[in-house]
């Protein structure tokens, strides 16, 4: 396979709302929150920039995207561009955000979170957030514990360092400091799929990445009573 990886699938497809529930559960999800075209907003894996254009459209809001795939950039860049719309984009990690503490009313983090060092990101997501700041995210969980051999398939495959339970996911936010703190299960099936579809196709891509995606689409399907995600949204007071 050369290495090549669900995130080279993602970004050379161009994959818009690339989480579950897509952009529509985005939509209805930042519709019960207080956003205004006063908050600091940072969309936080931001993907090729679908929710952080939303987040201006809807709300005039003041967007920052951070994103450490340069394709994604990209992509994302285009987006804004064509669209003519004021969004700051920063190449970089959510691991070590290159930003002022407090500096957002809110952090979204659309399947991101699972993917990375996650006390380490949520403790710039802390640090970055003003009092009373809110962090939603929408990230992959498991309803209850597999065996190792079947854990290791779903880590090695998306390159997780650990695979959480809510009670893991609770427990990080709480040793945090994190405060208010919902996890919600969706009724929407991982196995649904992105059911709001978008793509930006690189003009070259290795065929190899329609294996990557099959091997995703078996592993959503085998593991669809266990492997879910949910949304999770929490205060610092
Ligand atoms: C599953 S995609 C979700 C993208 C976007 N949030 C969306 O919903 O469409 C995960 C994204 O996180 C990005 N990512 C992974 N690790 C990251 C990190 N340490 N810092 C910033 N972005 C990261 C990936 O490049 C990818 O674009």
Not at 6 to 26: C, M, N, Q, S
Request: aromatic fraction near 10%.
């Amino acid at each position: 396979m050369g290495g090549l990886t669900y995130f080279d699938f993602l970004a050379k497809f161009g994959v818009g709302g690339a989480h579950p529930g897509g952009i529509l559960l985005t939509k209805e999800i930042l519709a019960s929150e207080n956003i205004s075209n006063k908050s600091y907003v940072l969309d936080a894996g931001c993907g090729t920039g679908q929710t952080a254009a939303y987040l201006y459209h809807q709300y005039q809001a003041n967007v920052t995207g951070i994103e450490i795939n340069p394709i994604m950039i990209k992509k994302a860049k285009r987006r804004f561009q064509e669209q003519k719309i004021p969004i700051n984009l920063m190449e970089g990690s959510i691991e070590k955000i290159p930003l002022p503490d407090q500096s957002f009313d809110f952090i979204l983090s659309e399947s991101v979170l699972a993917f990375v060092d996650k006390p380490k990101a949520l403790r710039e997501f802390f640090r970055v957030l003003k009092k009373g700041g809110r962090l939603i995210a929408n990230e992959m969980t498991i309803n209850k514990r597999l065996s190792q051999h079947q854990e290791t398939e779903i880590k090695n495959f998306y390159a997780l360092d650990s695979l959480l339970v809510e009670e893991d996911w609770r427990k990080l936010l709480v040793d945090i400091g994190f405060q208010d703190i919902e996890l919600k299960k969706e009724n929407q099936a991982l196995s649904n799929g992105y059911h709001t579809p978008e793509f930006q196709f690189s003009k070259n891509f290795e065929p190899e990445l329609f294996d990557i995606f099959n091997q995703h689409a078996s592993i959503v399907l085998k593991y669809q009573d266990t492997l879910s995600y949910r949304v999770i949204t929490c205060t610092k007071m």
